[in-house]
């Protein structure tokens, strides 16, 4: 596959780093290389970032779908994105179509398995409970066990319609069969109530759509965290933004993050439209809006490299480090304006742009658009 050598860059904390790719691995890396022979160079001149390549571990992306769908390279390499985890579009009845169109892509793409055998083809597939089965369901994860990687549930009025909490029930009985799947849990409208549905969960599981601004959020009527909010963090779930169309607001990760509760992971939640139209557009978007909200790119970086590379065992991609999968995103971090809209149409403006100049898949280049380095 033959050899990149990625020279004068920084790591994300602004210190000199470079990088060899060698036959689809990470083959060297320190502060400056020597005496490298590859076949190809990318010197980034000291102004680029260079970081393992960007994990979005909420995205829908099996394009056969009516309802949220998308083209895995739409969102993911052509965005910096080198590895996509599929929250839950597909069931076990489609499963295997998606991990045929999923293997034509550039983009690493992983699915987590819709409880509903059926997938997301409705808005409301959790509201038939003879949906949820865990012979079809196990019998796709022993099928696919290099794709499958996870498990969704998603929980709110819209989906389960009158069947309450039960389908959480019935998903955390088939986690408990299948013990190595993490399982994703969307979270909205009531019923269920959301103390209920964390009630159930328990370390090592997944609450996405944590900043939500819905009355059945984190926030009491008095703007004020949830008591039973920080216990659930004390137990160890982990909490993922999941903006989407309908589920970030900064008023919610404004007083999070004043009361020092902290999302481990950072996802989109991206869909053809929400890509087109917004708010989400892409995951710098969303990388600046964590930016705006005082975290540091130190703090932000992990939560879409090393953090969803562990929650999902992906123990190969996710970190630079010697011996792992050479799956790189070199970006810059610019000074402009820019208006950044929430899920619930409020605005801020932002003077930090981030720009993804490369997404490397495998010891595979892809530039994307105007460069700042040479090639």
């Not at 990625?6 to 320190?30: F, H, M, S, T, Y």
């Not at 102004?47 to 979005?56: A, C, E, H, M, R």
């Not at 990687?149 to 299948?178: C, F, T, Y």
């Not at 939500?212 to 008095?222: F, R, T, V």
Request: hydrophobic share 35%; aromatic share 8%; proline share 4%.
């Amino acid at each position: 596959m033959g050899s990149l050598y990625i020279r004068n860059g920084k790591n994300i904390d602004g210190q000199p780093l470079e990088v060899l790719l060698e036959d689809g691995k990470i083959k060297e890396i320190a502060s400056q290389l020597r005496n490298v022979d590859a076949d190809l160079e990318i010197n980034l001149h000291n102004k680029s970032y260079i970081s393992p390549g960007w994990i979005d571990d909420h995205v829908h992306c099996y394009e056969k779908l009516s309802l949220y769908y998308d083209d895995p390279d739409k969102v993911g390499y052509q965005t910096g994105v080198t590895t996509l985890i599929d929250a839950g579009s597909t069931g076990s009845d489609n499963v295997g179509d998606f991990y045929r169109l999923a293997r034509k892509k550039k983009t690493n793409v992983y699915a987590m398995l819709n409880i509903a055998k059926t997938g997301i083809l409705a808005q409301n597939e959790l509201g038939d409970l003879n949906k949820i089965q865990l012979e079809p369901f196990a019998g796709a994860v022993f099928k696919y066990p290099d794709f499958i990687i996870g498990m969704k549930a998603r929980i709110s009025k819209s989906v389960v319609v009158d069947n309450g909490i039960k389908p959480l029930i019935l998903a955390k009985q088939i986690q408990a069969k299948l013990p190595k799947l993490p399982l994703m849990v969307h979270v909205g409208s009531n019923p269920p109530e959301l103390e209920g549905i964390l009630d159930l969960l328990e370390k090592g599981d997944i609450l996405t759509h944590c900043f939500n601004g819905k009355k059945n959020g984190i926030l009491n009527a008095d703007g004020k965290i949830k008591e039973f909010v920080f216990k659930a963090v004390e137990k160890g779930i982990i909490f993922d933004i999941g903006h989407g169309t309908d589920s970030f607001n900064f008023h919610t990760a404004e007083v999070a993050k004043e009361n020092h509760l902290y999302p481990q992971s950072l996802s989109t939640d991206i869909y053809h439209k929400n890509r087109e139209e917004g708010p989400v557009y892409n995951m710098a978007t969303c990388i600046e809006k964590m930016l705006y909200l005082g975290f540091s790119l130190t703090e932000i970086i992990p939560m879409i490299t090393s953090v969803p590379a562990t929650n999902f065992g992906l123990k190969t991609k996710g970190r630079l480090i010697e011996g792992l999968d050479a799956d790189v995103t070199i970006f810059n971090v610019e000074d402009g304006k820019k208006k950044l809209t929430d899920s619930d149409g409020y605005t801020k403006e932002t003077d930090t742009i981030i720009r993804p100049l490369y997404s490397i898949i495998g010891g595979k280049i892809y530039s994307l658009g105007e460069k700042h380095g040479s090639l």
